[in-house]
């Protein structure tokens, strides 16, 4: 659907991508979380393709980035699946877990925490934004004036009577 300010792509009546609208010619405007599930087949694409190049990450990304390859010959893929993390979650809230993850891990590039820790410390995060409110009825003052009144069975057997 074409709007004056964005186009959004639906398919089976959902929107799948938002896009700002560009009126100037020969414009590109990249999303790149669209383009991370290609990362893991084109790693290289992390740092030649357009889309993010210019994508502009909190600075703790790129340390992230820099230890895991200092850590590992892996750590490049382990860095793309740290980026996936973008399907579910705010770059604020990544960027937020790997700060805990750099704290946990310490300096030394041997103990520098994955995409697996950093998925642990977001799902940990969720859970404690989740307000848990047990029901209590000295919680809830409207809850405790509520009355019910009991049911009369005897109306139930007066119908009963009339069916047979």
């Given amino acids: 659907m074409a709007y004056p300010e964005k ?3 639906l398919c089976q009546g959902e929107v799948i991508a938002c896009h700002e609208r560009s009126y100037g010619q020969n414009q590109d405007i990249l999303d790149p979380t669209h383009y991370i599930p290609l990362l893991e087949r084109r790693p290289a694409l992390l740092h030649h393709g357009k889309a993010f190049r210019e994508w502009k990450l909190p600075e703790i990304f790129e340390r992230a980035q820099r230890r895991l390859q200092e850590k590992s010959l892996r750590g490049a ?7 996936r993390l973008h ?7 990544i960027a937020s877990a790997l700060k805990q993850a750099e704290e946990i891990g310490g300096a030394t590039p041997a103990r520098c925490l994955g995409a697996d820790e950093v998925e642990m410390l ?9 307000v ?3 029901c209590s009825l000295t919680m809830d003052n409207e809850l405790a004036k509520l009355r019910v ?5 005897q109306r139930y057997n007066a119908l009963m009577e009339v069916c047979v």
């Avoid at 977001?122 to 989740?130: C, D, N």
């Fill in 7 to 9: 186009v959004e792509v």
């Fill in 149 to 153: 009144q009991p049911v009369d069975l």
């Fill in 122 to 130: 977001l799902a940990k995060s969720a859970e404690r934004a989740t």
């Fill in 132 to 134: 848990r409110r047990e």
């Fill in 87 to 93: 399907e579910r979650h705010t770059t604020d809230q």
């Fill in 77 to 83: 893929r382990e860095y793309i699946r740290i980026l």
